[in-house]
T-cell receptor, first 114, second 114 residues
Framework: EPEVTQTPSHQVTQMGQEVILRCVPI?????FYWYRQILGQKVEFLVSFYNNEISEKSEIFDDQFSVERPDGSNFTLKIRSTKLEDSAMYFC????????????FGSGTRLTVV | AQSVTQLGSHVSVSEGALVLLRCNYSSSVPPYLFWYVQYPNQGLQLLLKYTTGATLVKGINGFEAEFKKSETSFHLTKPSAHMSDAAEYFCAVMRNSGNTPLVFGKGTRLSVIA
């Protein structure tokens, strides 16, 4: 069964450093998303991406965040200057209209900012 | 704005007993509704979804949920719990225009006692 792949599974970074989280969506999917889950809290929407541009973003997705699809397969989330409160599990997801709106999520990247 | 309320952050059942996880939603228009399961150290897996049609939806692993518009509910049930059902369960809502952000509840941790 097709999967969404995320790398790395766990990343530790120092406060103020830039991090890039990587995702390989399912190959025929057209819509891409990032969500995050702070430990013990609910999963929150960050951003959606379609046709090489952001289609929707939440208030969490401020100027510190950016997304990119640098080639035909990868979808990345960059955090420019990490803060302690950015520590969370970050999930990538992709979907295709023909699948009747069920997202496929990756296994997540646990980001720890120290 | 849409929101999801999951009653009970932790539910504990005996093996073989009925599983009932409660979800109520708030939406100005009939939404699409989802249940996801998260096993330890894994991503979010789609259990089932309601978009249109039959209000009783069957999913994987013997789970089902019923959309009740009058009660704004989408409770998840399974007739007989198995040890392997122990996980975190998330109810989510999506605007019915499709491929729009999911809004998640806070999750319910299901424990199954032998």
């Amino acid at each position: 069964e097709p999967e969404v792949t995320q790398t790395p599974s766990h990343q530790v970074t120092q406060m103020g450093q830039e991090v890039i989280l990587r995702c390989v969506p399912i190959s025929n999917h057209l819509y891409f998303y990032w969500y995050r889950q702070i430990l013990g809290q609910k999963v929150e929407f960050l951003v959606s991406f379609y046709n090489n541009e952001i289609s929707e973003k939440s208030e969490i997705f401020d100027d510190q965040f950016s997304v990119e699809r640098p080639d035909g397969s990868n979808f990345t989330l960059k955090i420019r200057s990490t803060k302690l409160e950015d520590s969370a599990m970050y999930f990538c997801a992709s979907s295709d209209r023909t699948e009747n709106y069920g997202y496929t999520f990756g296994s997540g990247t646990r980001l720890t900012v120290v | 704005a849409q929101s999801v309320t999951q009653l009970g952050s932790h539910v504990s059942v005996s093996e073989g007993a009925l599983v009932l996880l409660r979800c109520n939603y708030s939406s100005s228009v009939p939404p699409y509704l989802f249940w996801y399961v998260q096993y330890p150290n894994q991503g979010l897996q789609l259990l089932l979804k309601y978009t249109t049609g039959a209000t009783l939806v069957k999913g994987i692993n013997g789970f089902e949920a019923e959309f009740k518009k009058s009660e704004t509910s989408f409770h998840l049930t399974k007739p007989s719990a198995h040890m392997s059902d122990a996980a975190e369960y998330f109810c989510a809502v999506m605007r019915n225009s499709g491929n729009t952000p999911l809004v998640f509840g806070k999750g319910t941790r299901l424990s199954v006692i032998a």
